[in-house]
């Protein structure tokens, strides 16, 4: 017998003693349980990462409902075309994947458990693949780092930063997270004027897949109030005049 159903049905079979149905038959029955799951089961998250990268949480975009049984998940990963295999422990609608260190395919199945019977359904594959292209290094150094980039208040002077990194990759740099120049020129160059106590200089060297290395240099302002002293006196030729003495100190700033 083939049953075709989506829903719980109660099947009997009658069995009769004579040919076409005749006599009294003797039954039996049984309740024949459809697991099923409908509606779409979906996830979406992070496709690409640099080298290093914590990719961004799978989420849940869609899901499944059983009109027989509840629904429960379990996430799936591989690596290259090797075979799905369960994620210990990983059992909820989203999940966080670790750092890769290879292209890696994660899946959530959508499963219905009724008599000790598992049916599921797949999702979507969410591959997250490892930018394989190399980050390119350099050191941020400046025409002050002999003095710890330590400028004079009030200097005109410029400040010429510079990252020694091989080849033409895009550069960008910022001031305290803003950035001020971005291009394929190494150097950044500004007058001293503009910066404060603390200032955070930031150099980006990006490669071609978007990845990037960042760099970071501290500006110091040396800045000075002069104070003022007493003492103003009129003295005869030959007489010692009286000690000057300060009434306001001089400050320093940076």
């Known amino acids: 017998i ?7 049905s109660t099947v009997r079979v009658d069995v009769y003693p004579q040919l076409n149905g005749v006599g009294c038959p ?3 029955s049984l309740i024949a349980t459809v697991n099923s799951i409908t509606g779409s089961n979906r996830i979406g998250g992070t496709t690409t990462v640099c080298a290093g990268g914590d990719p961004s949480l799978l989420t849940s975009l869609a899901t499944p409902t059983s009109a027989t049984g509840s629904i429960t998940y379990q996430w799936q990963s591989r690596t290259g075309t090797a075979s799905f295999t369960n994620i210990n422990l990983e059992t909820g609608l989203s999940y966080d ?8 395919g994660y899946m959530r199945l959508a499963q219905s458990t009724i ?3 598992t049916c599921s359904i797949p999702s979507n594959v969410v591959t997250i693949t490892l930018d ?21 208040f009030g200097s005109q002077d410029n400040i010429t930063f510079g990252v020694d990194v091989v080849g033409t990759p895009t550069i960008v740099f910022y001031v305290n997270n803003s950035a001020v120049q971005t291009s394929t020129s190494k150097t950044y160059t500004v007058s001293q004027s503009v910066f404060t106590n ?13 990845c990037f290395t960042e760099n970071t240099l501290n500006i110091s302002v040396n800045q000075m109030t002069a104070g003022s002293i007493l003492g103003s006196q ?7 005049p ?12 940076g």
């Open 2 to 8: 083939i049953l075709l159903s989506t829903v719980t």
């Open 26 to 28: 003797s039954s039996a």
């Open 97 to 104: 994947p670790p750092i890769p260190t290879s292209t890696t």
């Open 115 to 117: 008599n000790g019977v």
């Open 132 to 152: 394989a292209t190399p980050l390119l290094t350099g050191t941020l150094t400046s025409t002050l780092s002999s003095q710890s980039e330590t400028i004079c």
């Open 198 to 210: 603390n200032d955070v200089v930031k150099s980006r060297v990006i490669n071609a897949g978007g």
């Open 234 to 240: 009129a003295v005869c030729a030959g007489d010692a």
């Open 242 to 253: 009286l000690m000057l003495t300060s009434s306001v100190s001089g400050t320093i700033f």
